[in-house]
């Protein structure tokens, strides 16, 4: 009770600062006594600092004393990780990130050359940092793939060609700070609802786009997981089932149409048949090799056979998006990735699709808007498990 009123008045503070005990108590419903006790002991924390009101007055005309959270008193360090890349960062309790350190993966770890890489990178930042550890609150970890959150495993990485990767016993054991593991979309949409497009949202869905495709399900101020914590894996809905193969290992999924890799795939296999596009002469003698930065620099100077490229992975990604809108109805449609910041040619074509194929009354707004966070959305969501460990007052 006593960690569960303590978050409650740490967590209103957050939202409404600055504030006084005296408002505090109202919103809350807690007794003055029992929000001075612990106001008392969050500033003993340094978690929350006071200041005088300027221009109001309470009985006796003492200016009342307002409430702020100190952001800076401790840290957290977040962990993004993914098949090309693994970032670690230090932050303070706002999402200020005082040190970041990434280190790019060229071949497939194993399981252990992947922890190994993970703890050495966190030394790294740790080592750059110079902050003591009894100011660190934790470590989130936001992992791509199939995730077992209360376990901290990562059950299967597809891309990483990984399975039961313990995070958090590891972590743990050698840090000896509290661990905390997500999938790294369902992290980003957190980061969403406290950093960028989904603050004041009770419900969105976030739908994320790199070398896979997953999505963030947020539902009633939560995070879907689903009883399994496999909640929000768009990238592996089914588009055809004689389609290609996908990572995953079926056939026909979404993220094989979609994702940068299958954009790069579908460009290579058809180019032989359009000689005519700029992309032959960019990679001809195969003295260049084919990238997706290189499909979106050729729709920009006009090339039909990129733009037609980009466009039917858009259809594509705009009718699944279609799909979890009318069977969800969320306030907004989060976009994140690479693709959805060069320009219309994915974002224009996919939100036609939604417009086309959902079914909605006619006060119905369906509000679709790029993430203004980008990738470090992913890491900026590991930090803010540990702080929705240390503000919500539902855990």
């Known amino acids: 009770m006593k960690q569960h009123n303590q978050s409650t008045v740490l967590n209103t503070i957050r939202l409404k600062e600055p504030i006084s005990r005296a408002d505090i108590a109202k919103l809350t419903k807690l007794t003055k006594p029992t929000v001075s006790t612990m106001v008392s002991e969050l500033i003993e924390k340094n978690l929350i600092t006071e200041e005088e009101a300027a221009n109001s007055t309470v009985a006796g005309g003492r200016k009342p004393f307002l409430l702020r959270i100190n952001y800076s008193a401790y840290y957290i360090i977040g962990v993004y990780a993914a098949a090309e890349v693994v970032r670690v960062v230090m932050s303070t309790m706002d999402g200020k990130i005082v040190t970041d350190y990434s280190k790019e993966m ?19 930042v740790l080592k750059r940092s110079r902050i003591e550890s009894d100011l660190i609150l934790g470590i989130g970890f936001a992992m791509h793939g199939l995730v077992d959150p209360d376990e901290g495993v990562a059950i299967f990485s597809p891309h990483l060609h990984l399975e039961n990767i313990p995070i958090k016993e590891t972590l743990e054991k050698e840090f000896k700070l509290p661990v905390m593991v997500e999938n790294d979309v369902r992290a980003l949409a957190i980061a969403e609802s406290w950093f960028g497009q989904g603050q004041d949202l009770s419900d969105f869905i976030c739908l994320s786009v790199g070398l896979g495709i997953g999505s963030g399900i947020f539902i009633k101020d939560e995070i879907y997981k689903s009883p399994f914590n496999t ?5 592996h809905t089914i588009i055809e089932v004689n389609g ?51 499909i979106f620099k050729a729709a920009k100077e006009g090339d039909l056979f990129a733009v ?5 992975s858009a259809r594509s990604l705009g009718l699944a998006a ?20 060069q320009g219309d ?34 890491v900026l969501g590991a930090v803010t498990l ?5 503000f919500k007052t539902d855990n």
């Open 231 to 235: 909640g929000g894996e768009i990238g």
């Open 308 to 312: 037609s490229i980009l466009e039917e």
């Open 322 to 341: 279609a799909n979890m809108i009318n069977i969800l109805k969320p306030s907004r449609l989060i976009l994140e990735g690479y693709i959805f910041e």
């Open 106 to 124: 060229t071949e497939l770890p194993s399981k252990d050359e992947f922890m190994d890489m993970i703890i050495n990178n966190i030394h790294d």
């Open 345 to 378: 040619f994915i974002v224009s074509p996919l939100k036609k699709m939604i417009e086309k194929y959902t079914f909605k009354s006619p006060h119905e707004e369906i509000n679709v808007v790029c993430s203004t966070l980008g990738k470090t959305g992913m």
């Open 244 to 294: 290609p193969k996908c990572e995953c290992g079926n056939h026909g999924c979404l993220e094989a149409y979609a994702s940068e890799a299958a954009i790069v795939k579908k460009v290579e296999s058809e180019l032989t048949n359009h000689q005519d596009s700029i992309l032959s002469q960019w990679i001809k003698d195969g003295k260049n090799k084919l990238t997706l930065k290189m």
């Open 386 to 390: 540990v702080l929705h460990k240390l």
